[in-house]
Nanobody
Framework: QVRLVESGGGSVQPGGSLRLSCAVS????????LGWFRQAPAKEREVVAA???????RYGDSVQGRFTISKDNANNTLYLQMNSLNAKDDAMYYC???????????????????????WGQGIQVTVAS
């Protein structure tokens, strides 16, 4: 069992920044993949960023160059730094853990095994002027 708790969401003006945090606890190991998803109203949940156990990071096309995923292994915390936010980033954001992979190619693993992933409760990011 893996527990994920997000924090740091809120409302920001277009062009602004936010940093999301996810406290991770439970049955995690070096092969656990961690990442962030988001879901806007009437849209499917999409993976936006993931980080492999060797630190390799991968991003969705829509956030590449603006978002940065990182993790603090000592404190079991995952982060998502979001810059240059725009209206298309307005969504509920979820921290996710995939325990069925090998800690590599996590973006792909989360994308195709999301129905088996552990999820946080989600946190709202609102981008509005």
């Amino acid at each position: 069992q893996v527990r994920l708790v997000e924090s740091g969401g809120g409302s920001v003006q277009p062009g602004g920044s936010l940093r999301l945090s996810c406290a991770v606890s439970g049955s995690i190991s070096d092969t656990t993949c961690l990442g962030w998803f988001r879901q806007a109203p009437a849209k499917e949940r999409e993976v936006v960023a993931a980080i492999d156990n060797d630190g390799t990071r991968r991003y969705g096309d829509s956030v590449q160059g603006r978002f940065t995923i990182s993790k603090d292994n000592a404190n079991n915390t995952l982060y998502l730094q979001m810059n240059s936010l725009n209206a298309k980033d307005d969504a509920m954001y979820y921290c996710a853990a995939d325990v069925y992979g090998n800690g590599r190619y996590c973006f792909t693993g989360l994308k195709y095994r999301k129905e088996h992933a552990y999820w946080g409760q989600g946190i709202q990011v609102t981008v509005a002027s």
